[in-house]
């Protein structure tokens, strides 16, 4: 049964048959207009632009197959269906050849010719829906394209955009201070981290790594932060909670990639704390490393992993939920953290991060022995977040 109410615009030579179909899609919800002529039936169609057409394909002034070719010309998109009491394959397959959406012999069934009708307009509707989205995707993939290229034409101005879009170098949320650092290889850097309060018991942050360097790779963290922006505001007027769940942001924000085909995908950790009850969860988008949680003792890479955040329409997310101690360093990097580092090996660095986190929880202490304050041309861009609980290990150095 339709819903919808659409615009049905049906076509015979025999007044009987169409009397018929009026009833039954009439009954069924439809609007319907009818004609026994078909040179008629192009000027209803231009006047009522109906959302389908339902046609005889063999009339004496002019055949359904002509009239499909005519419609098709002008509206390309409005699905026809071809109904033909003979059962002509090689009618059928041009008919199909030509673009109709089905075709269906007589006599036929109510189910069968309704089942056909609605087939037929649901293929109509995800068409004008794509559409449109393809429309307002171009349009903001222009938007995007300006925009790169003014960061191309002044890679000092585009990093200053960039700067402003992070957070502040430092911040405290009831005993929990963050605190961060972003080194770009170049001007613009393709890394960004963001953290910001939810409510007044949850604060959020993310670390994200787009694929690729400069100014292509930077204008897609400037996409995303507008992304994230736009889910925490749909969060404020009430919409939905999404911004509490680290796996259906992620979901989110990979759709919405992958349907602006920028070729541009991320790795990405996005976590939410809650401020009353001292746990995490978080979501890992194929990012590498995970984060280190340092509880005085003993440091660990928190479990996790998933896909690429915007790589796969079918890309899955998992949250993770973490009981924090009452004291901790959560540290997060991005891998070019690694391309600074000294091991032999990828285990030998993971250890050597381990106990780096170990020795200080001042991000500072962390990046300058392996000089990054004299960075120039590296191979890769390197951020690093630093949470700590109730300043265990002392203030935060500058």
Do not use: W
């Not at 002008?74 to 394959?89: A, F, H, R």
């Not at 969060?235 to 259906?248: A, N, T, Y």
């Not at 990639?257 to 976590?271: E, N, P, Q, S």
């Not at 891998?335 to 600074?340: C, K, T």
């Amino acid at each position: 049964m339709s819903q919808t109410y659409e615009h049905i615009l049906s076509i015979d030579d025999d007044p009987h048959l169409l009397e018929l179909l009026k009833l039954y899609l009439e009954d069924s919800g439809f609007e319907v207009t009818t004609t026994t002529k078909p040179t008629e039936a192009l000027k209803i169609f231009e006047e009522i632009k109906p959302d389908l057409v339902l046609t005889d394909l063999h009339m004496p002034t002019m055949s359904g197959i002509e009239l499909l070719s005519s419609l098709k010309e002008s509206s390309p998109n409005t699905p026809v269906v071809i109904l033909s009491g003979q059962g002509d394959m090689s009618d059928a397959i041009g008919a199909l050849q030509l673009g109709a959406a089905d075709y269906l012999l007589k006599p036929f069934s109510r189910v069968s010719l309704e089942h056909a009708v609605c087939r037929a307009l649901d293929k109509f509707r995800l068409l004008k829906q794509n559409e449109n989205y393809r429309l307002m995707l171009e349009k903001k993939n222009i938007e995007l394209a300006r925009s790169l290229e003014q960061l191309e034409v002044d890679q000092k101005a585009g990093k200053n955009v960039q700067q402003l879009l992070l957070p502040k170098e430092h911040a405290q949320f009831d005993g929990y201070s963050l605190t961060y650092k972003v080194i770009p290889s170049l001007y613009l850097s393709g890394d960004f981290i963001d953290y910001f309060k939810i409510n007044d018991r949850h604060v959020a942050f993310y670390i994200a790594e787009v694929s690729g360097h400069g100014a292509s790779s930077a204008f897609v963290t400037v996409m995303l932060k507008g992304m994230v922006e736009k889910i925490q505001e749909s969060f404020q007027r009430g919409s939905d909670d999404i911004i509490l769940h680290p796996e259906k942001l992620l979901k989110k924000i990979s759709d919405t990639l992958l349907a602006a085909r920028l070729g541009k995908y991320l790795t990405m950790i996005y976590c939410v704390l809650d401020l009353n009850e001292n746990t995490l969860v978080y979501s890992v988008g194929g990012h590498y490393p995970n984060p280190i949680l340092y509880n005085g003792e003993k440091a660990v890479f928190l479990e996790g992993q998933g896909f690429a955040v915007g790589i796969h329409q079918q890309a899955r997310f998992e949250s993770r939920r973490c009981e924090l101690p009452l004291q901790f360093t959560l540290a997060m990097f991005s891998d070019g953290i690694f391309e600074v580092m000294n091991g032999k090996n990828q285990t030998e660095n993971e250890k050597n991060l381990l106990t780096m986190v170990k020795k200080s929880s001042h991000i500072n202490d962390i990046l300058e022995p392996l000089g990054t304050n004299q960075m120039n041309g590296a191979p890769d861009d390197v951020a690093c977040l630093i949470i700590n609980k109730d300043n265990m290990f002392g203030q935060v150095s500058h």
